[in-house]
């Protein structure tokens, strides 16, 4: 009964094994959401820029010098019914400034987004200013959103006469929230169609894949790839006119990405980066290094007292050679681990590794690409 009781233990382990398994294969493979491998078409966020001033510096604003500050102030009183000649302003306490900002494409009118803002004068530090109304236009033209406010700096610039201290950029500041989003983009989520899938991993296999697994999961052909990175997908009638929960099926999707066989070489750093599938052929390697040292060592020829000789130097140079002799050594190399092995087992340093990698590959015994930086 008791070896009954057992097996019955381990048959319902197994069982629970195995549900696990099925259900959470993202946990003992190599897999990935599609979310961060991939974007989607109507999900991204559009560029807004506008030019304005910066008021309220205490004398780190644009110097004299600058036509267009200058030329700003003057016409921003103007429209404030205040008739000022452009030869008569100060702006040291203004700086003109680019105002820039990502608005997504679901901000609706009476959101807040973050904004920007960087000098394009002379200015010193943007330390204590106040943004004034600025619009923010997109490529077309049109204002978008309105910017105003007190800026939040992240650094300083302080100095007198003899010195000064600077700590990160104090002429670029951000708003938190500092501007207003007026108009929405005319492009409606809900109502397309299809969508298109962008991988950002460029494999025909990865791709193939992902459209395979988004069938099965939609119970359909509605997926299709257009080429090496783009899939297309027509949205299911039942998805029609409500594309969230699509969206949010698809991006939860765990696939297992495919890519070539990649080594990644930095030679400022001596930094190498290989992928797992790095193979090379059975090759031999021998690596030494040779030092020649050359020394001048000057001597000078004094004569005796009283005599006729003249003080001379004279040159002495001593030439040291030295050749490290290493044995030549077989590597197997047929997977990562053993590759990486032979080059250890060989006192191979990453400066070393870089050379033989190219060597290899010169060879035609490294199969894998090689990039180098």
């Keep these: 009964m008791a070896i009954l009781r057992f097996n019955k233990k381990i048959k319902l382990i197994l069982m629970i094994f195995f549900i696990v398994f099925l259900s959470q294969p993202q946990l003992f493979c190599e897999s990935v959401r599609l979310k961060d491998i991939a974007k989607f078409s109507g999900v991204r966020t559009n560029q807004l820029i506008g030019y304005g001033l910066v008021v309220g510096l205490s004398g780190t604003g644009d110097q004299r010098g ?107 500041a951000k708003i938190p929230g500092g501007a207003t989003i007026e108009r929405k983009t005319p492009f409606e989520f809900n109502s397309q169609d299809k969508i298109t899938i962008s991988l950002d991993i460029r494999d025909f296999s990865t791709t193939e894949k992902i459209v395979k697994q988004i069938n099965e999961k939609l119970g359909g052909n509605f997926a299709f790839a257009k080429d090496i990175s783009t899939i297309e997908l027509k949205v299911p009638p039942q998805f029609k006119h409500n594309l969230v929960p699509l969206m949010a099926s698809l991006e939860n999707m765990y696939v297992t990405p495919d890519s070539r066989a990649k080594v990644v070489v930095d030679e400022k750093t001596g930094t190498i980066v290989m992928g797992w599938d790095v193979k090379i052929s059975p090759v031999a390697i021998a690596q030494g290094n040779l030092q020649i040292v050359v020394k001048e060592t000057p001597l000078v020829s004094q004569p005796a007292p009283f005599s006729l000789g003249i003080t001379t130097g004279v040159p002495r140079t001593q030439v040291k050679a030295k050749e490290e002799i290493k044995k030549l050594n077989i590597i197997k190399g047929a997977s990562l681990k053993e590759l990486v092995d032979g080059l250890n087992a060989i006192g191979a340093s990453p400066r070393d590794m870089i050379s033989i990698l190219r060597t290899l590959k010169a060879a035609g015994a490294l199969h894998a690409e090689l990039e180098v930086y």
């Design 66 to 172: 600058s036509e267009f500050t200058i030329r700003s102030i003057a016409n921003m009183l103007e429209n404030m019914g205040i008739k000022v000649d452009p030869q008569n302003i100060q702006p040291k306490n203004v700086a003109a400034v680019v105002v820039s900002a990502k608005m997504p494409v679901s901000a609706k009118p009476g959101d807040k987004i973050d904004v920007t803002v960087s000098s394009i004068g002379d200015a010193k530090s943007l330390l204590g200013g106040v943004l004034i109304l600025t619009p923010l236009r997109g490529i077309d033209g049109k204002v978008y959103a309105l910017a105003q406010g007190p800026i939040l700096l992240g650094g300083y610039s302080v100095g007198g006469q003899a010195t000064s201290a600077v700590k990160n950029i104090p002429t670029v």
